[in-house]
């Protein structure tokens, strides 16, 4: 028997002003009029959360006061009919936030989280797209995500997930109750596999990171071939086919550059069914068949020297369905694609039966046919052709969104112009799409930003990346980067289909937040830095790191990986490979944060200066734009079982920049402003409006003192530009000029500008040329803060250490106390923690002795406390020499020479070198520990040893014998 769980409190439906159904349990929220948060419909009281950030944002948001911490006691409490989402669920919160939940089927009790798979809820505003993937989300004293389908569920746990992820803990949720629902049933992604083979792990990296962001359709592109004839033939010519049967009536249709197994492609349809994902294979015919007539000649047009099938000959149809018929038990999903694209017109009525025929076949085969559409061409209309076919239009001229609404057909928006990727090519956006732009105006009923059919005509929207050039050397994940930030702009945009109130920049923050999604392998190898990070990379030391965890993680620039140490205490260093200045740190800790540490900098990895002394799991540090190459965190002390983090962030000094405001001379369009200009994001910029010489100015806020301005342009770069100042915003003097200067190499370039140091607050760049005339994008402007800290204090020492670090004579130490607070004051030092003394007015302290002596300093620079360390190894000191004789009164005999051993002791450095002599004698080199003879004639001797440790420290001669 299915058991129903029972929410904490009953639950009743209300509706707003709006008509929104609202599922209320928190009592304790007043209710006011709804209000637009984000992309949410929020129900705000006056201390009430607000919405939290998802991708795509939750569709309605009624938030409560504080928030739901989770622990290591936290469940899952899902019935048996969710046991598949609630295991996956179980698995990803442990890669998103280090907790490794149990699972249960009952008991649900507070701090739990509890799915529950209920027919009987219904949203009206949602209606059939909430009832086939909606969910409600209650967290209060524990969370509850309530769908009328598995789908709805699993979207719960994706948002629950993103929301955790979100946070600096990621243990916190913040109390409210949402009710969620897509817009759109279909919103996808298509992958040309065939013209470029993607591996098997980095396919199911994107079904995984698709439903990430609840995206629902991946169509794979199985075959296709280059554009253009080959000069000596169509014989020549690139094509792939990506199917390997092992049906020999199928032998040497596989592409041998990359196919995959039967083996390979369960896997993918495993991975799509526990990632709610519907796969959409393509197989490509008429058009774009090379693969098809490589493998059987007479398939083809001109006697085989085409790229297009001969639907002149029946048989070819008969062939092209023997290819369905093996291939379909294959696949697992309702939906088949045969293309159906580019189909010469001159055999329009043979294009037209193939086209019928075929989706006859493949309703047959128990699927629902999808195909390219291509009447208008082909037909001019649409007459006599198969309408039970769901129509991906892609062409206006072909056939398109209007075409497609007249005629009856449910069709899916994959326009080309905008929704096309053909990597590093010169169309169809060789660098990537244009996120800002269809985040700002596109929606799924449009081509840009204009109505083009009702909204909601389409069945949703998808975009697709075309490898074209076959010749062109690239990688899968070179693909990934130009369309990774697609992923989460298209998912909103068919979730929620209207034109958000949040930035571009907030969206693309929110983004980079929550990541990509747990259960990835190939796609997150490679991680990105922050924005004004100075540490992503570089190295990282830890004293102690758990087996299967790396301190490099910390660095790594990848959201969920981890370094964890199970010791009660450890430090951690990393190196940036320069000095340079350093604005703060941001430790993201995973689990129970520590109870304390201490963070301190340093040039040398010698002399460091003390940061903060942080306590109850501090994940902010400010760095006072001190030079350090190295930061380190020492005496970190446990606050649970284990220290564990996500990442150590080292940011440079926050610019000037940060929090001033822009206007220019005009924006291209609404979704490229000029205050993307300045926000710090790399994936946000300004494009200018189409003026000879359009400028870009920048409101510090008041008068800063300034010396350099960085600008990154996008490929539509300045080829001329000045740079001026200003005290009021209309009056400019020119402080720095550039002419002549580059095109930018890729997507972008890159100038730093560098000028006398004047005081202003208000700074313009004014471009006077372009190199891509008329259009002119900048992606970020930077002005950085004039180097200085504001209060620091610095050592130095102009002695040698030894390659262990040891100083083999005393240190002479130059302290000194410095920064743009005020004067310097109390300036001290102590010894292994001894009393406290001045430095001298020279600055200059001596640390001498044996042994690694702690040496502390310390003073006030106006109102701040600095301080600072160094463990100095010092050795000035000679090692102990001790003489052992054979007769301790030092006589031979005839018959028994005196012997002697000479050992030496050092109690901090190796012994150089053990020296002996003979009643007076000439002083000769021994080997230390064993035994020498001294002398062979009778009588009394008198024995005299030293000892030389590696640092030339003598210590004292000792002797035995009598004289």
Known sequence: ??????????????????????????????????????????????????????????????????????????????GPELADVAAQFA???????????????????????????????????????????????????????????????FYGTRSVLQILAGTDSRSTLPRGESA????????????????????????????????????????????????????????????????????????????????????????????????????????????????????????????????????????????????????????????????????????????RDFFNAMAEHVRGLGKQPRAWGSMTVMNGNADGYDRDVIINTWNDGWYGMKAAEADGYRYINTNDGTLYVVPFADYYHGSGLNNASLYASWQPNRLSSQDTVPAGGPEGAMFAVWNDLVDRDYTELDVHGLIRDSFPVIAQKTWTAKNPSRSYADFTSDVSRIGRGPDLGVIEQTGAAAPGELSFGVKANASSTDEGSDPAFLTDGRSLTRWTTSAKTADLRVDLGEAQSVGRLEVDWAGTAPASFRVATSVDGRFWQVADEATGGAGAVDLRGTKARYVALTGIESGGDAISAWALRVYGPTPLTAGATATSSGDEAAGTPAADAIDGNPATRWSASYVAQPWLAIDLGAKQNLDRIDILWEAAAAS?????????????????????????????????????????????VLVTGKNMSPYLSIIDVTIPRPAGATAEILATTTATSDADGVFGAAVPVHIAALGSDGPASGLEYRLDGGDWFAVPASGDVEVSGEGRRLLEYRAAVGKTQVSGYAELGVDTVGPVTRIDLSRSNGVATGKNPLTAVITAKDGFSAIGTVEMRVDGGAWATVAAGESVTVSTRPGPHFVEARSTDVHGNVGGTVSAGKR
């Not at 008509?19 to 349990?25: D, I, K, T």
């Not at 507070?110 to 989300?137: C, H, M, P, Q, S």
């Not at 530009?721 to 580059?742: F, H, I, L, N």
Request: hydrophobic share 40%; glycine share 8%.
């Open 180 to 351: 969620d629902w897509p817009d759109y049933a279909v919103r996808g992604f298509t992958l040309d596999v065939g013209r470029r083979f993607f591996t098997a792990d980095f396919v199911r990296d994107y079904i995984s990171m698709m439903s990430w962001y609840k995206l629902n359709n991946f169509q794979i592109h199985l075959n296709d071939n280059q554009i253009a004839r080959p000069s000596t033939g169509w014989q020549d010519g690139y094509a792939g086919f990506r199917l390997k049967s092992d049906n020999p009536a199928f032998a040497g249709l596989a592409s041998d550059d990359g196919a995959y197994t039967r083996t390979d492609w369960k896997s993918f349809e495993d991975t799509a069914a526990a990632h709610q994902v519907q796969i959409i294979p393509e197989i490509d015919v008429p058009a774009h068949s090379l693969a098809f007539i490589k493998w059987k000649p007479e398939l083809g047009l001109n006697g085989g020297d085409s790229d297009h099938l001969d639907l002149t000959k029946p048989a070819t149809t008969e062939v092209i369905k023997s290819v369905f018929d093996e291939f379909a038990p294959w696949f697992e999903g309702p939906d088949l694609h045969y293309g159906a694209d580019e189909y010469p017109r001159q055999y329009a009525t043979q294009y």
């Open 720 to 764: 001329a530009y000045s740079v001026q100042v200003g005290d009021d915003g209309t009056t400019w003097r020119t402080v720095a000029e550039r002419s002549g200067m580059p095109a930018a190499t890729g997507k972008s370039r890159a100038d730093s500008v560098s000028f006398d140091a004047v005081s202003a607050r208000y700074v313009r």
């Open 91 to 153: 698995g990803d919160l442990d890669d998103v936030t280090g907790m490794a939940p149990d699972v249960v089927t009952s008991g649900a009790r507070a701090g739990d989280i509890v799915l529950d798979l209920d027919a009987a809820v219904t949203n009206a505003d949602g209606g059939e797209r909430f009832t086939k993937e909606g969910y409600d989300l209650a967290i209060a004293d524990r969370v509850e995500i309530t769908a009328p389908s598995t789908t709805g569920v």
């Open 1 to 78: 028997m299915n058991r129903k769980i029972m929410p904490l409190q009953r639950r009743r439906t209300v509706t707003g002003p709006a008509g929104l159904a609202l599922a209320v349990s928190l009592a304790a929220t007043a209710l006011i009029a709804p209000t637009t948060a984000s992309a949410a419909t929020a129900t705000v009281a006056a201390d009430a959360n607000p919405a939290p950030a998802v991708v795509p944002a939750l569709k309605t948001w009624t938030g409560g006061s504080g928030a739901l911490k989770l622990s290591s006691t936290t469940r899952i409490v899902a």
